[in-house]
Each structure stands twice: as structure tokens, then as C-alpha cells.
């Protein structure tokens, strides 16, 4: 069930919009909701989706009650490197671009799909409509995860996941050169009151705690660092909206202001470059490395 209260950012839109958009469905999806009195507007079931909403209504929207979709299915054509395989774990090294796993606008030529094609038994490993993912990298995100092979693996590695026992570490190009080479970002995070489709520092936020080291510094063709940032915590967006929030945003995102005319990126320069755990099964640390990838190594090689 997600509750929420229309932000400044949607007031006047149609509800079928702003179910669509909060829920992350298709329209279509958003209409069916609708229809099945899965929505209500300031405790009262809403019939059409057509009524423009204003900032400060109530929105209380159950999308369980949309039917199941179908489960996704095998495509050999997607393509993506695997670093690391035994009969418990794969670690991926994700391209840039590639969804990880069916949703809202992507049903199918994700990771999950190419995964299904490669090792057909993760379809019976943890979410159906997810097979053996126990943690994504947005699209626009190179680099290491790793997939369960087996329902014990999902287990122990879901476990791993919450109790914050792997190690994850990311490259990330920034604006601007941070007062302290080595600190640590704690601040809880949450949607972001005037968009929805953002997440945000806020008070009432989930607690988030990312900790980064300045490896190098640039000064041409603008000033730059190329950051190491570690993993706490596992929030959406975590090291985007950390970064940006202490004034140094990823370059090219232009979702949290990392956008900018003097140095132009074809997507966030932030790649998951260091992934470890123990092993499900043995105990045995598994630690995998990845170089950033081409595009990611350009924008560096311009740098001075």
C-alpha cells in the first residue's frame, strides 16, 4: 500500500497520471487499478482518473490488487559479461543501459531475461517475476551484482544484503573537489517532496550511510574528482542523492544536477567496480573487480 500526499510537483495533473508515476505502472496499468477500486483520494475510492488532483490530497493506492502478470521469459540476445560463476552464485558485470529486471515500461530484453536464457534453473530461485536478484543497479549504472543460483544462496545472500555484510564499492566522476578527501555521508533518505520520481534527503527518510575517499582531483577541462564510495546502507539512488547533497553531484546526472554544459557524459559516471561476500555455501570470501567500462574511461581520459 503506498500512501502519499500530492506534492507541489503534481498538483493539477490527472490522477491517472499521478497513480502511474507514484506506483511506478504503465498508465494502461493505472487505468486497470483504478477500475478495480485500488485508489482512493482522501479516503474515498476514486472512479475515473481523469479528476485533476491537487496539492495536499490524500492518495492511498494498493496496486496488489492489479493481476498477476506473466513471468519473464528466456532471451538469449541480451547481452552481458559474467565475472564470476560457481554452482551457488553469479556475479554480472552489468552494461550500461541494461534494466536488471521487468517492470513499469521495460517487460522484457532485461538482465533477468538474458540471466533465464544462460542458467534456466534460476526461474525457481526466490521472486518469480525477479529470479534470483537479490539487489539492482539503476540502468544507467555499470557493474558488479550478484544473483543467487540456488533458493539457499537467495537466502543467505538476501540475509547478507540486510544485515550489511556485503561489500560494495563504486567509481563516481563529480563536480567539484570535496573539503575532506575521506569522510562519510549519513543522512536518511526518502521521496523527494516536490518530484515523486526523485529521492531526497529528509527528516522522515530511511537511514543511509555512504562512505567515500577522493581519489583524484582535475582542474581541466573543469574541476573534478574521481570519488570511492562504499556502501552502508542500500537506498535508491543512495550515492546519487548522497553526492549531490553535499554539493558534489555524479557527472551527467542530470537528475540530481550533475548535468552541465562544460563537460558532457552520456549517462551518471558511476560504475559498481568492487563487490565481496562470503560464500553461501563454503564461507570462502568471493571478491570481484571491474573495470569501468569505455564510455566511463573517455570522460576520465580528458581529464587533467
Not at 529486471?101 to 517475476?129: K, M
Request: proline share 7%; charged share 25%; glycine share 8%.
Amino acid at each position: 500500500m503506498i500512501v502519499e500526499e500530492v506534492p507541489q510537483a503534481l498538483n493539477g495533473e490527472r490522477l491517472d497520471r499521478v497513480v502511474a508515476l507514484l506506483a511506478g505502472l504503465s498508465r494502461s496499468d493505472a487505468v486497470e487499478l483504478l477500475t478495480l477500486g485500488g485508489v482512493q483520494v482522501d479516503d474515498r475510492v476514486a472512479a475515473s482518473g481523469k479528476v485533476r488532483l491537487q496539492q495536499g490530497q490524500r492518495l492511498q493506492i494498493d496496486a496488489d490488487l492489479l493481476p498477476s502478470r506473466g513471468l519473464p521469459e528466456a532471451d538469449a540476445s541480451v547481452e552481458f559479461r559474467v565475472a564470476h560463476v560457481d554452482d551457488d552464485v553469479i556475479v554480472i558485470d552489468k552494461p550500461v543501459g541494461l534494466v536488471v529486471h521487468p517492470g513499469s515500461g521495460n517487460s522484457d530484453h532485461t538482465l533477468v531475461n538474458g540471466l533465464l536464457a544462460r542458467f534456466p534453473e534460476l526461474a525457481d530461485v526466490g521472486d518469480p517475476h525477479r529470479p534470483g536478484i537479490v539487489h539492482r543497479l539503476d540502468a544507467g549504472t555499470s557493474g558488479l551484482l550478484v544473483v543467487a543460483r540456488t533458493p539457499e544462496a537467495y537466502e543467505h545472500l538476501t540475509a547478507a544484503m540486510g544485515d550489511r555484510s556485503v561489500h560494495r564499492r563504486y567509481l563516481a566522476l563529480v563536480w567539484g573537489h570535496p573539503a575532506r578527501r575521506i569522510g562519510t555521508i549519513d543522512a536518511p533518505l526518502g521521496r523527494d517532496p516536490r518530484d515523486p520520481l526523485r529521492r531526497a534527503v529528509v527528516v522522515d527518510g530511511k537511514p543511509a550511510r555512504t562512505r567515500y575517499e577522493v581519489l583524484a582531483e582535475y582542474t581541466d577541462p573543469t574541476t573534478l574528482a574521481l570519488m570511492s564510495c562504499e556502501l552502508d546502507t542500500g537506498r535508491t539512488h543512495q550515492i546519487r542523492v548522497h553526492l549531490a547533497a553535499i554539493g558534489h553531484p555524479v557527472v551527467g546526472d542530470a537528475t540530481y544536477g550533475g548535468d552541465r554544459p562544460r563537460l558532457r557524459a552520456p549517462r551518471p559516471l558511476l560504475h559498481a567496480a568492487e563487490l565481496a561476500f562470503a560464500h553461501p555455501r563454503t564461507g570462502e570470501e568471493i571478491r570481484v573487480r571491474s573495470e569501468a567500462p569505455d564510455d566511463f574511461a573517455a570522460v576520465l581520459a580528458e581529464c587533467r
